[in-house]
């Protein structure tokens, strides 16, 4: 089955540096997804990337999907203390219809006031 | 996107006992999925529920271990049953709707002692 590879696993940045993780698989995602995973909660949405080589911006967050489809990063630039928390890109297990998500490990940002 | 509203938000349970979690809709969906989130790790799928037939598990997931109801397009339930120490974790409702995507439920907070 699909699995991602994410990393790094943990960062600790200071307040005002910028974050770039990213993601990789062995197989080809028609869609990569972003997520924010703050403590206590549901993981929430950032950033959709629906097509090869697609470069979308959220507020100080960008993400990339990769030409080959088997690989997305995730930007975010100045960080601040909020930033804080767990973030997951995820992709669906199968590529067509409405299938679960398949999830990264994780990166767990750490941000330095 | 659709709006889940997830019960309880956290438990604390006795071993040998069983908690049924709830996720309710706000519209009608095909798919839910039921993942698992052990403490520190990432997402796991346990099972997929389509209303009006069985839940398909994923492997090292059995239906005696986690009952799933479905009983309409709106909601599902998820029980863990004879739960020990290991069971605890966060479980998390999700459901895709087309171009609207993925939304998760802010998740059950399970303490097995």
């Known amino acids: 089955g699909q699995q991602l590879n994410q990393s790094p696993q943990s960062m600790f940045i200071q307040e005002g540096e910028d974050v770039s993780m990213n993601c990789t698989s062995s197989?080809?995602?028609?869609?990569w997804l972003w997520y924010k995973q703050d403590p206590g909660e549901g993981p929430v949405l950032l950033i959709a990337?629906?097509?090869?080589?697609e470069l979308t911006s959220n507020g100080r967050l960008t993400a990339q999907f990769g030409i080959t489809r088997k690989d997305s990063f995730l930007n975010i630039s100045a960080s601040i203390p909020s930033d804080v928390g767990i973030y997951f890109c995820?992709?669906?297990?199968?590529?067509?219809?409405?299938?679960?998500?398949?999830f990264g490990k994780g990166t767990r940002l750490s941000v330095i006031a | 996107s659709a709006v889940i509203s997830q019960k309880p938000s956290r438990d604390i349970c006795q071993r040998g006992t069983s908690l049924t979690i709830q996720c309710q809709v706000d519209?009608?969906?095909?798919?839910m999925f039921w993942y698992r989130q052990q403490p520190g790790q990432s997402l796991t799928l346990i099972a997929t529920?389509?209303?009006?037939?069985?839940?398909?598990?994923e492997s090292g997931f059995v239906i005696d271990k986690f009952p799933i109801s479905r009983p309409n397009l709106t909601f599902s339930t998820l029980t863990v049953s004879n739960m020990s120490p290991e069971d605890s974790s966060i479980y998390l409702c999700s459901v895709v709707q087309g171009a609207s995507g993925y939304t998760f439920g802010s998740g059950t907070r399970l303490t097995v002692v």
């Open positions: 529920a389509n209303q009006g037939s069985e839940a398909t598990y």
């Open positions: 995820a992709g669906p297990k199968v590529n067509s219809g409405n299938t679960p998500l398949v």
């Open positions: 519209s009608q969906v095909t798919m």
């Open positions: 990337l629906y097509k090869a080589g």
């Open positions: 197989s080809i995602f028609n869609t």
